[in-house]
Each structure stands twice: as structure tokens, then as C-alpha cells.
């Protein structure tokens, strides 16, 4: 069978709570309607084993890898090469700098090679020397070895193409549609109110930074608020130990653990702000998923926040509990009475549609390795 686009360097499609995740399904998605043949690796500790359909021409392949935060990639990776290596994809999309460290496997295989950058993940406080210096060797074989390069963020793409001479192509992620039905059925499992919570969604990681969120919203004394905070630990650490203990101390504080589908865009969609305090993005979904359903938000000021161009009062200073304080009780005075309140953000969301990404990412296959015949 031939294989048009083999993707690799993501756990599972549809059951993560990764960007990376994310993107690649709605990629796939977006193939399958253009009869692109689409085959997506994934790793088996979550994932049955078989492969599964997703559709006419998409599919998963399951290979195996251990579940450790730091060989998962890395090891998973060159599994799936090897394996491209037999399948003879027109094109093998490697997808986040780890994962890219086999790059150069791929390339001695003959394969046609294209990368995308979701962000400078060696900036991640979690890692370590090591891990650090395979995640900047992945993003240095991207550079120098592949075929195409991709980058989700507008200002990083900039720097990478400056910095390695060589072109970054910005293509950036999208936001699918997402409905929050009402009366909010999800809201009840957790005590929640329409209009009466801020959200935050993210795995339980130091670049997120949680802890900030819950020590501003200790300081807003807003009685009758919640915090609520989506999302969990892919592995347990000091840091998701710290965040749940300072939920477990601070009145109004809720955990709801990793949420989807209909009860993630329900939290989401009847917030009274969506808040996004992290230190490290690559361009994030979750932002453009908050305000495809209406919601202000409270971004950090970092690079790929800044990419989206929001009004000022949107943005406040990374690491600085006062500024996300005071930027969450400024949105929460500005639409007091609404339950919840409403934004029409489509202007800002129209260059991020799954379609254009799709035929931008489709365009730079075809300069890699141009179709023989018409699809």
C-alpha cells in the first residue's frame, strides 16, 4: 500500500492532552478529506495495539516504547524510521525537536524528511543536561538534514531561520471548532456555576506554571469564584505534587484531572476568563480554543502569546503572580453581570483554520517530493 504522509513523534491521536497531539489529529483529519494516505505512528503504552482505522485513508500503527519521560521519544522514534524505512512513505513528517533526533536515520534510509518545530522544548524546566542536549541536537538535525522545516510560531520561526540560515517555514496551529451545549452537564460533576470560574487547561508541568495561578487567584478574594484547573500529570513529579497540595490548600481551587470532547469545551466555554500563565508555548491550541468559544483571556507575555497579536490587557508579565492578579481581576471587573461573557474574536482567528494549515503544510510535501499523479 502506498503511503502518502507517514507522521511520527506524538503518544496517541484523540486521547492526548499534548499540542502536539492535537495538531496532528486535526492534520489527519484534514488529509482524510483531501484522500491523502495517511498512516500515524503511535506508541503502545497508550494505544491498543492493533492498528485502527480513523478513516478511508488514515490510519494508526502502534509500535512499542517505553513509557519513560525521557527514552520515550528518542527510542520510539527510531522504532518508527525503521519502520518507515520499510513502508516507503512519499513523505516522513517528523513532528517536535526530540522525536527529530532520527533525522538523520531517516535520511540514510532515503526517505524524504519534513519537521516541525512546536517549540524550543530543551527551555522546558523539567529537563535535565542531557535531555536538553539531545532536544537541541534534534532541533540542529532540522536545521542542517530535513528535507522542510515547519515552525508553528511566527516570532521563533524568525530567530530559527536567522540562526541557522536556513528557512523555518512559519505554519502555525489552528483551532478546531468547539461547542459548549448548554446547561453545561460537565459543570455539575465538578460544582461549578456558568460565569462563576476562571480556567486554566495544561498538562501539570513547571512551564505552566499553575502554582502561579492558584497564588493569584488566592489574591483576588473574589468570594464565589472558582479556580479550576484542566489537565494532569503524563508522569508524577515534584512539580504535580506541589500543585496539588497548593489546590488541596487554597479555598475554591478545582482539579478535574485530563478532560475532552464535550466536557472540556463545557469547562471551557462557560468560564468567566480562560487564563494561560505559562513560561514556555510553542503556539497555543489551547488560547485559540478558549476564544473560538467566546471567552476573554489572560495569556503570559512570552513570544509565541505575543504571536497572536491580542489588545494589551490580555497579556501580563511571565512569572509575576501581582501582574496575572491584577490582569484576572481587570477582566473579571470588565464583564461583571455576564454569565458567562461573550467575545467575538473571529477577526483574530481567521488565519487559524485546520483547512489553510493543511494545504500551507501540503504545499511544502509537494516542493519535497512532488506527486506523480493527482490525488
Known amino acids: 500500500m502506498t503511503i502518502d504522509v507517514m507522521m511520527i513523534g506524538l503518544r496517541s491521536v484523540g486521547g492526548g492532552q499534548g499540542g502536539v497531539e492535537r495538531h496532528v489529529a486535526s492534520l489527519a483529519a484534514e488529509y482524510e478529506g483531501l484522500g491523502l494516505r495517511t498512516c500515524v505512528v503511535v506508541r503502545t503504552p497508550y494505544v491498543r495495539n492493533d492498528p485502527s482505522r480513523l478513516g478511508d ?219 494561560l500563565p505559562s513560561s514556555h508555548e510553542g503556539m497555543p491550541i489551547a488560547a485559540l480554543e478558549a476564544m473560538g468559544l467566546g471567552r476573554p483571556v489572560v495569556v503570559s507575555d512570552i513570544a509565541p502569546n505575543l504571536d497572536l497579536a491580542l489588545p494589551e490587557e490580555c497579556y501580563h508579565v511571565v512569572g509575576s503572580v501581582e501582574s496575572l492578579a491584577d490582569r484576572l481581576r481587570d477582566v473579571l471587573d470588565a464583564h461583571a453581570g455576564q454569565t458567562p461573557p461573550y467575545l467575538d474574536w473571529s477577526s483574530h482567528l481567521a488565519a487559524f483554520t485546520w483547512s489553510t494549515v493543511a494545504r500551507q503544510t501540503m504545499e511544502i510535501y509537494d516542493r519535497v517530493a512532488p506527486r506523480k499523479t493527482s490525488q
Not at 527510531?78 to 512513505?89: H, I, K, S
Not at 489546590?247 to 475554591?252: H, I, V
Open 57 to 275: 485513508n488514515t490510519w494508526t500503527r502502534a509500535i512499542w516504547s517505553p513509557q519513560n519521560a525521557v527514552l520515550e521519544a528518542p527510542f520510539h522514534s527510531f522504532l518508527a524510521t525503521v519502520y518507515a524505512g520499510f513502508m516507503r512513505p512519499r513523505i516522513l513528517h517528523i513532528h517536535a525537536v526530540g522525536p527529530s533526533i532520527v533525522v538523520p536515520l531517516a535520511r540514510l534510509l532515503g526517505l524524504r524528511v519534513v519537521c516541525t518545530h512546536h517549540g524550543e522544548d530543551y527551555a522546558r524546566e523539567k529537563w535535565g543536561r542531557v535531555a536538553r542536549f539531545v532536544l537541541r541536537t534534534g532541533e540542529q538535525f532540522q536545521a542542517r538534514l530535513a528535507h522542510g522545516r515547519i515552525c508553528v510560531s511566527r516570532s521563533l520561526s524568525s530567530r530559527l531561520s536567522d540562526k541557522y540560515g536556513v528557512a523555518f517555514d512559519y505554519i502555525p496551529n489552528a483551532v478546531s471548532p468547539m461547542q459548549a451545549e448548554m446547561p453545561y452537564p460537565a459543570l455539575a460533576q465538578f460544582g461549578l456555576e456558568p460565569g462563576k470560574y476562571i480556567v486554566n487547561v495544561g498538562r501539570l508541568v513547571p512551564e505552566k506554571r499553575q502554582n502561579d495561578l492558584i497564588a493569584a487567584f488566592a489574591r483576588l478574594d473574589r468570594p464565589g469564584y472558582k479556580l479550576v484547573l484542566v489537565g494532569a500529570a503524563d508522569h508524577e513529579s515534584e512539580y504535580s505534587a506541589e500543585v496539588k497540595r497548593l489546590a488541596a490548600a487554597t479555598p475554591g481551587v478545582v482539579m478535574t484531572g485530563f478532560q475532552q470532547g464535550a466536557a472540556l469545551g463545557q469547562l471551557i466555554g462557560a468560564a468567566a476568563v480562560f487564563a
